[in-house]
């Protein structure tokens, strides 16, 4: 017999070869697999709808909303462009901007050397400049003949030009030019003005400083010290210049070589020239 078929004729038409048979059977798995994924696929969907529902509008207010959304996306896209190119452009002018202020700061630092040179270079600061050098040659001789004189007291001048002594006797201890004595003061205002007129007289073609007068100044020295103005006084001989000293102190004008002496009286003053 020949069951599920009509006729013999059927029966043979019906009959496959083995791969045919196995290439269906493929097919039928692959359906079945496919078929799966659909049915998965469809659970999520129906999982996520809740049993919501939708209608045409809806998907085309959804359709309408996400081409807007698109539309955004797409002009989003466009002005990010944009700005990348503003930003490149801005990066551009900083950089260039950098380069002007390393330019500006180095003028700046040239300006301000020039500046510094050019008020340098004043005709009283370039003055004010040599007579600070001077200055400084002039307290540290005077330091050296005031050494000589009292045999104690050096000098010594700060940025300031502030006058200091130097106590040798004391731990060389500095202190105000104004603490010392009279006859102290005297002494050192005394090899100040030696050494003044030293340097003047070395100074490269200046006139010759043949004469030095010393004013007054011996009434406040005591007997030690006046000895010591003396011994000094009478020591500048030897530098071939003539030294005048301006005293009333006869102690001291008695060891002068040459005394001019001013006599007053009720009919005038006459001077009296007395030689050794």
């Given at each position: 017999a020949m069951q599920g078929f009509t006729s013999a004729e059927a029966a043979r038409m019906g009959r496959m070869d083995v791969g045919a048979t196995n290439e269906f059977k493929t097919s039928v798995q692959e359906y079945d697999r496919a078929l799966d994924r659909a049915t998965d696929l469809l659970g999520e969907l129906e999982r996520q709808l809740n049993g919501r529902t939708t209608s045409k509008e809806d998907a085309a207010a959804s359709a309408e909303n996400l081409a807007t959304l698109k539309r955004e996306y797409d002009e989003a896209?466009?002005?990010?462009?944009?700005?990348?190119?503003?930003?490149?452009?801005?990066?551009?002018?900083?950089?260039?901007?950098?380069?002007?202020?390393?330019?500006?700061?180095?003028?700046?630092?040239?300006?301000?050397?020039?500046?510094?040179?050019?008020?340098?270079?004043?005709?009283?600061?370039?003055?004010?400049?040599?007579?600070?050098?001077?200055?400084?040659?002039?307290?540290?001789?005077?330091?050296?003949?005031?050494?000589?004189?009292?045999?104690?007291?050096?000098?010594?001048?700060?940025?300031?030009?502030?006058?200091?002594?130097?106590?040798?006797?004391?731990?060389?201890?500095?202190?105000?030019?104004?603490?010392?004595?009279?006859?102290?003061?005297?002494?050192?205002?005394?090899?100040?003005?030696?050494?003044?007129?030293?340097?003047?007289?070395?100074?490269?073609?200046?006139?010759?400083?043949?004469?030095?007068?010393?004013?007054?100044?011996?009434?406040?020295?005591?007997?030690?010290?006046?000895?010591t103005v003396a011994e000094a006084v009478e020591a500048l001989r030897d530098t071939g210049r003539v030294v005048g000293i301006i005293t009333h102190i006869a102690e001291l004008t008695n060891r002068l070589p040459v005394r001019i002496r001013v006599h007053k009286s009720v009919a005038g003053s006459h001077v009296e020239i007395e030689r050794e």
């Amino acid at each position: 017999a020949m069951q599920g078929f009509t006729s013999a004729e059927a029966a043979r038409m019906g009959r496959m070869d083995v791969g045919a048979t196995n290439e269906f059977k493929t097919s039928v798995q692959e359906y079945d697999r496919a078929l799966d994924r659909a049915t998965d696929l469809l659970g999520e969907l129906e999982r996520q709808l809740n049993g919501r529902t939708t209608s045409k509008e809806d998907a085309a207010a959804s359709a309408e909303n996400l081409a807007t959304l698109k539309r955004e996306y797409d002009e989003a896209n466009r002005r990010q462009g944009r700005l990348s190119a503003e930003r490149a452009a801005m990066e551009k002018d900083l950089l260039a901007l950098a380069k002007q202020r390393e330019k500006l700061e180095a003028e700046v630092k040239q300006h301000a050397i020039m500046s510094a040179l050019a008020e340098d270079l004043k005709t009283n600061q370039f003055q004010n400049y040599v007579f600070q050098d001077l200055f400084r040659d002039l307290v540290v001789g005077a330091s050296t003949r005031l050494l000589q004189l009292s045999q104690r007291y050096a000098l010594e001048v700060d940025e300031d030009t502030k006058f200091w002594v130097v106590d040798q006797d004391n731990a060389n201890e500095k202190r105000a030019i104004e603490t010392l004595s009279g006859g102290e003061t005297f002494l050192a205002s005394l090899a100040l003005a030696l050494q003044l007129s030293q340097q003047v007289q070395d100074a490269a073609g200046a006139l010759s400083l043949d004469s030095l007068f010393i004013d007054e100044g011996f009434g406040t020295l005591d007997p030690e010290t006046l000895e010591t103005v003396a011994e000094a006084v009478e020591a500048l001989r030897d530098t071939g210049r003539v030294v005048g000293i301006i005293t009333h102190i006869a102690e001291l004008t008695n060891r002068l070589p040459v005394r001019i002496r001013v006599h007053k009286s009720v009919a005038g003053s006459h001077v009296e020239i007395e030689r050794e």
